[in-house]
């Protein structure tokens, strides 16, 4: 009994440590398998990590070349892109010791153009082909890294190489062509290039080199620019100027000519010409030869400009002649002095190598506009005055006078022909169109006086008007001009165009009369027309005489309904001052201030400031003179409310006008 229970104590024994086997065996494979799993779980870790990094890299790389891409392609100059590159590619890697060198081709030769930290003490080397390592890239195209570059046999010579570890060459190409090499170095010993260093500075150069060849085309199309403008002016001063004395030559004091006298015929300039003529010049010519006349004309060439004074114009129009052309000076007794100075300047003893010569010049002088309405004339009057001097001896000089005596025979002869001007029907009234500024409605037209003489042909009112005031004829002509105008505005009015006003100037005289407030009234009553279709315009000038009275009468008039504007407003005298009392509704902005406005800003603020205080005090603005688009748009940019001038229409004949209000579309370009 008692073996029998010794044997099962043994068999349950036995089956637990089977058990305890197992349980130690299945924890011991699931252990294994975690140990596994954990393993696989951190590699799977690192190659994400890893992964990450490369992708941050790789980002920070495309940042980095994106930025040097942009700051490349921002800029065009030659030396700006050739130092952006050497500086970018410093950044990039981490170094601040850089070089560039160009290829000249012709010269077989590279050229240190930009220098950064250690290279900046080599800027301008010229690098044979043959020395360093420059033609071993320019062969190969390919990137070069040189360790220990103070050590190589083939370092280029210079003591600061010696500091050198290692230098990596960049080649830049156009195609496929090395164009130029980059360089960027080491000086610590422990650091080098790494792999991917050398991979981002290929893409760096791919970069680099669309840049340099941008900027190397646009560096030869300037270079080309310059050298065809450097060929252009020696063309024009070949075509312009005397190769003996370098003065001007005909051709261009002909030219500065014909601006002058479009602008006097414009009434903005005058002036005076003095023509030369050495004195006996053939006869040293004949006697001691032209390299001696030669030399003579260059001296008094000289002395020419040193008695015509700064602001004169000298040219030498032919072999001993000489012209003078004084732009804006009609005053004789200046013009006669400078004359005098240029004579006792060229009569003196010349000094030509052995030989000493006396010599002395003539001189005729015409005035423009006075003495011509063209060149031609002017010079063909200097002329005769030059040829008046020369027969009263020489060494002197002359007014073409035979002018004064005309002009004032002339003046003679309009004053009277003006008496009988109105009775002979030779006035007329022009009429130029003033136009809305922001519609392009025709809102006025200004009444233009002209005469035309059955003898003398049209007479400018710059001339006449002043003769009618001389010889009082000026009542009867302007009482004429304030009639014509109003029967031209009952003619407006009897076509459905009575909210187009005519405007009349003028002048002093008519307004310190008696009976001027009278006249005008008389003629919209004859008429038959509205005081509002009529506007009388004056000048600041004309109202100083009795500002007072004139205020007055300009009152009584605007209080039945006759419009009035100052004209020329800018050119008087205390304008600003009075400006408020005076019972004006427009301001008419005089043509001297609009020429310059487009090129000047100061003077365009001027005008809009002009427009402005008018608008404050309650007053209309036109322009006067307007002839360009582009002064047309400054004035619309400063709000003028009305533009007048050959930008949309000359003055015209009454039938012309009357038809101009029926064209609609006309100025819809305002």
């Known amino acids: 009994m008692a073996e029998k229970d010794n044997t099962h104590t043994d068999t349950a024994g036995g089956k637990r440590e089977d058990e305890f086997r197992l349980l130690h065996e299945e924890l011991t494979a699931a252990y294994e398998e975690i140990t596994a799993s954990e393993e696989e779980l951190r590699q799977q ?9 490369d992708i941050r890299r790789q980002n920070s790389i495309l940042t980095s070349l994106h930025e040097t891409a942009m700051g490349l392609m921002k800029r065009v100059a030659l030396k700006d892109v050739l130092t952006a590159i050497v500086s970018h590619a410093n950044d990039l890697i981490g170094t601040s010791h850089g070089f560039i060198n160009i290829l000249d081709a012709e010269q077989g030769v590279f050229e240190r153009k930009v220098g950064l930290g250690h290279y900046a003490q080599d800027i301008g080397r010229k690098i044979k082909l043959t020395e360093g390592f420059g033609g071993q890239v320019y062969k190969s195209g390919a990137i070069t890294v040189v360790d220990d570059y103070s050590a190589s046999n083939r370092r280029l010579d210079g003591s600061f190489f010696d500091h050198i570890n290692q230098v990596v060459l960049v080649p830049l190409k156009r195609d496929d062509t090395v164009i130029a090499i980059f360089g960027l170095s080491f000086l610590e010993p422990d650091r080098s290039f790494s792999d991917q260093e050398i991979s981002l500075l290929v893409q760096f150069a791919q970069l680099a080199s669309m840049a340099l060849d941008n900027a190397l085309l646009v560096d030869s199309l300037e270079k080309e620019l310059r050298e065809r403008r450097v060929q252009e002016q020696k063309n024009w001063r070949l075509a312009y100027y005397d190769s003996l004395t370098g003065l001007p030559n005909r051709a261009y004091v002909y030219a500065r000519l014909a601006e002058e006298f479009d602008k006097a015929g414009r009434g903005k300039t ?3 010409i003095l023509h030369i003529d050495l004195d006996d010049l053939k006869l040293i010519n004949d006697t001691l030869g032209h390299s001696i ?14 008695g015509a004074g700064e602001h004169a114009l000298v040219a030498r129009i032919a072999g001993d002649e000489f012209m003078i052309l004084l732009v804006g000076e009609s005053d004789r007794e200046k013009v006669a002095h400078i004359a005098d100075t240029v004579v006792r300047q060229l009569s003196r003893e010349y000094a030509i190598g ?59 002869v309009l004053k009277q022909e003006l008496r009988e001007a109105i009775e002979h029907e030779e006035l007329s009234l022009y009429y130029q169109p ?12 200004e009444a233009l006086l002209r005469w035309t003489n059955s003898a003398y042909g049209a007479v400018p009112p710059s001339r006449f008007i002043p003769l009618a005031e001389e010889n009082d004829t000026i ?7 304030i009639e014509e105008a109003c029967r031209f505005a009952r003619q407006l009015a009897e076509m459905g ?18 009976d001027f407030v009278a006249v005008v009234c008389q003629a919209i009553d004859r008429a038959g027309i509205s005081p509002s279709q009529l506007e009388v315009e004056i000048t600041e000038n004309a109202l100083i005489a009795s500002l007072e009275d004139s ?13 009035l504007s100052l004209d020329d407003f800018g050119t008087g005298y205390s304008s600003l001052t009075y400006l408020r009392n005076l019972p004006v509704g427009t301001l008419k902005i005089d043509k001297s201030f609009i020429d310059p406005m487009v090129s000047d800003a100061v003077q365009l603020q001027f005008i809009c400031s002009i427009v402005n205080m008018a608008h404050v005090l309650g007053l209309t603005v036109v322009a006067e003179g307007v002839e360009t688009e582009e002064q047309l748009a400054k004035l619309v940019q400063c709000q003028c409310d009305f533009i007048q001038g050959y930008v949309f229409s000359r003055p015209l004949a009454e039938k012309e006008a009357i038809l101009l209000t029926f064209n609609k579309d006309l100025f819809a370009k305002v």
């Open 45 to 53: 870790c690192d190659e994400l990590l890893r992964r990450e990094e």
């Open 270 to 272: 005058s002036g005076a």
């Open 293 to 306: 006349g030669d030399e003579i004309i260059v001296k008094a060439g000289e002395y020419i400009v040193a």
């Open 354 to 412: 052995e030989s000493r010569v006396h010599m002395s010049g003539s001189i005729g002088i015409a005035f423009y506009p006075d003495d011509g309405d063209t060149a031609a004339d002017v010079l063909k009057k200097a002329d005769l005055a030059l040829h008046e001097a020369k027969i009263s001896g020489k060494n002197t000089w002359r007014f073409c006078k035979a002018k004064l005596q005309i002009v004032a025979y002339e003046n003679m």
């Open 434 to 445: 003033i136009v809305d500024a922001g519609s392009g409605r025709i809102v006025s037209f």
């Open 475 to 481: 009542q009867r002509v302007g009482k004429w001009v």
């Open 497 to 514: 165009k009575c909210d187009i006003r005519v405007s009349v100037n003028v002048s002093p005289r008519q307004i310190i009369a008696d």
């Open 551 to 563: 205020t007055q009468k300009l009152r009584e008039l605007r209080n039945i309904g006759v419009g």
